[in-house]
Structure formats: structure tokens, C-alpha cells
């Protein structure tokens, strides 16, 4: 099995089968203790070093929405199967937030990568890109990742700050502006389409 380098999950791991326990046990532990970022003005954080937008991502947006109805299905499928997550391992508050980085994030060699670098915050920062590295997430054949080389050269172009508001943009259903998740195929709030300014979902 090939070794999982990077923020690497997506639409086929939701899938996963299993009957392993939960270690979150609604009712016993909450969230509500939890820090929750003011996202609205630190939208910065939401950009990964990877060049992927953490605004989309279904831990993240779980997260947020402090809301066990949408925590405990991801929980139940990441929790079973090979992955064995936990409920801390799934909450997020976004890739180079101060909160909670999810598991896969937080192990991320792209992600780690710029602290032995001066001046480099995210790979479109560094002298380098694009390296192999980030070159083979760009390639490793999930959907979502292969944005993020061209996401990388835009936010070159423009700087983090508006690539962020970009992404908010793209992300977020104009009729409820609530945020879309990467393989979302329609809003879960209001029911609209899929933005055709989004990535194509392949069938199956
Ligand atoms: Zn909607």
C-alpha cells in the first residue's frame, strides 16, 4: 500500500467500511469548549502550505460547524476501516491556524517542510518549487490535490490574502453563501448544483 505523504484523504476514503468504536461519545464529551478561530478575519490560515484551500475540506468545515450531525458520519467513516481516526484526529481549525490540525495534516511532510526554510511560509514561497514533492501530491491522482500546483503559481501572483478571498468565493454557494466541501456534489444547506467554477467530480 502506498504510503500516505500528504493531507491525503478524499471522496474514496469516505467510503471505508468497519465496525470499529468511536472514541468521541456524543452526549459524554462536547465541543463546545472548544476554541473555534475567527475564521472571518484570519482567512490566511485556511491556505495550506500545500496550496490547498482548507476552507473546502470536509474536517474542517465538520469542525466549524460545531455540529454533531455533521462530525459524527465523517467521524464513523475515518474512524473505521485501516485509518482508525478518533474524533482528535479528525478536528481542524485549518493547516497554518493556531487550533487543531487533523492528523493527516499535522504528520504532512509538505506541511513541515518550511520550517527549516527561511521566509517560507507556503511551497509558492520557496526557491525550490516546484520540487518533486509537491509535484507528485500535485499528481498522486486525487482530484483535490491536482489544484494545487496551479493554485501555488496563482497565489505567486496575487499573495495569499486574495487568493483566500478567491477561494471563499469559489467555495461558497451564492444562494445560502454556505461553503461547498470538495466532493460535494450539491450544497448541503439549500440543495444548489455543484459551481461549474469548481473541479469536475468523476462518476463513481
Ligand atoms: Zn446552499
Keep these: 500500500m502506498k504510503e500516505i505523504t500528504g493531507a491525503a484523504f478524499c471522496g474514496a476514503c469516505l467510503g471505508l467500511k468497519g465496525t470499529a468504536a468511536p472514541a468521541w461519545i456524543p452526549g459524554q464529551n462536547t465541543l463546545e469548549d472548544k476554541a473555534v478561530p475567527d475564521t472571518g478575519t484570519k482567512r490566511e490560515g485556511l491556505v495550506a502550505a500545500c496550496g490547498l ?55 504532512c511532510e509538505i506541511r ?20 518533486s514533492r509537491i509535484t507528485d501530491f500535485n499528481n498522486d491522482g486525487m482530484t483535490h490535490h491536482a489544484e494545487v500546483l496551479d493554485n501555488l503559481r496563482r497565489i505567486r501572483e496575487i499573495g495569499i490574502h486574495e487568493w483566500a478571498e478567491f477561494e471563499k468565493d469559489r467555495w461558497e454557494r451564492p444562494e445560502c453563501r454556505l461553503p461547498m ?19 469536475k467530480l468523476t462518476p463513481g
Design 53 to 107: 484551500y482548507c476552507g473546502a475540506c470536509p474536517m474542517y468545515l465538520a469542525t466549524q460547524s460545531n455540529d454533531e450531525k455533521r462530525i459524527q458520519p465523517l467521524l464513523k467513516r475515518f474512524s473505521t476501516g485501516p485509518m482508525k481516526l478518533t474524533m482528535e484526529d479528525i478536528l481542524c481549525d485549518g493547516c497554518l491556524g493556531k487550533g487543531r490540525i487533523a492528523s493527516f495534516c499535522k504528520r
Design 112 to 131: 513541515a517542510c518550511p520550517k527549516d526554510k527561511s521566509n517560507v511560509t507556503l511551497c509558492s514561497d520557496c526557491t525550490d518549487f516546484p520540487c
Design 181 to 199: 466541501s470538495w466532493y460535494d456534489g450539491e450544497c448541503s444547506g439549500c440543495g444548489a448544483p455543484r459551481s461549474d467554477r469548481l473541479f
